[in-house]
């Protein structure tokens, strides 16, 4: 058992703890199949789709087939077939899940959406800008009742990130961070995640949320990257990749922007206490934006000039649904001429959003228990039904910018 996939057994055991109950589907349910016995399905779809009253999941593929009989009959997934081409090929089945390693990401959703299927494709959306043009630019999904194509970039379904985004215009950041990082240890260096040929690397992985987020908190593509540091993998593993990356750019507006991942941080060995490897939880977990707006000046009163400025903080953007909180930070200054500060007031308020808020123009409000995933495969089902749905969505360009500010970062 990989150590991400004891995370699907507590997802499983939460699920039970909960007593939640699978929904009865309804008459024209999507039958979603599976390429790969993926660890990150269960979380990403399986588990989601036991409340979704319009997903089924009904099939499944894996290189080795004995693999794919295992996992079905640990999943309830009725249909084994024995290869990904079976699995796209099978005229019973509507959409397709790619959680396949990235570098792979490109051919299969091609032949998927060839063959007629809706593709709910894992992040990153593929292996470079090149594919990520081709692929979203294809004639296939220029056609009339092309299929549905969209990058499972699950944070970016939920309330939360939305109400964080909602809380001040894009044209008054100035400075950002972001950082993601997981202990070291969790993925060893023979992992997906750090194979060159599959597209591995840290700004591929945990790079794509920092970097996403920060492109999303700018509304703007970066103007310049101006550094990019990456660390490798531990010699003995490949050393084309990154274990984790830190990288700066500049925006239009003038304003900066760092991020940080890291699939090696701090912690995540045993008895850490025993040596200098303590994990850092306020630094590393859970992972966070930290968004400074330009200051607004007010006036002079009795020689004083006042000064606002707002840092809003968001903690746990890439898993909302298990805790977040989003603190608006505002701080009032009054300076005398010479810049020196005669008081400072800073007063913070919090937000969380585990649902839609109250006058959202949502056509579905969402449970407080939806994960990221949950709300994500709503807007799948929405879209492929012709649906308006909630409007939070990943739209081809948007991943095609993506991939190009990874490659830039990468070129840097
Ligand atoms: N949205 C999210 O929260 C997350 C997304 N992801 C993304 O999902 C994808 C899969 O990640 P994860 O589930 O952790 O990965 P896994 O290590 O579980 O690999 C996924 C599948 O890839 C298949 N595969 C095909 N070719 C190869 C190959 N040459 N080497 C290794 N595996 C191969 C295997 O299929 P088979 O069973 O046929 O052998 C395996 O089941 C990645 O794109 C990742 O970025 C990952 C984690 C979280
Ligand atoms: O998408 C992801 O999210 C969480 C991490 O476990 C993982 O490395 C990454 O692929």
Redesign the pocket.
Known sequence: M?R?DLFNYICDFAEWVSGRQAVTKKDGALRFGI???????P??LIVPARSHAEVLVVAV????RK??EV?AKRHGIPIVHDS?DALINDPSIDCIYN????G??YEWTLKALKAGKHVLL???SVSNAEEARSLFHHPVLQAPNAPVLVE?S?YRFHPAWHTLLSLFDPKDVEEVDVRAAIFAGLFSGE???F?YE?AGGTQ??LG?YTLTALRGVFQAEPVAVTSATPRLIHEGFDQRCDEAMVASYEFPNGGIGRISADLGARGGYWFPWLTSNWPNFTKDMPSWVSIKLREEKHGRLNGLETVSQKTIVMKNFMGPHVWHRIDIIDTTTWRHPDGRVAEEKKNTESKKAYVWPEGSDVETKGEDWWST?RYQLEEFVNKVKGRKGSGAWVDGEESIKQMEATDRTYEF
């Open positions: 990989s991400l390429l790969g016995a993926a660890n990150i399905a979380q990403a593929a894996a290189r080795d693999r794919a996992y990904y959680p396949l390693p990235n792979l990401h894992e992040k990153p499972a699950h992992d997906i995640r194979h599959l591929m992985d794509h995933y």
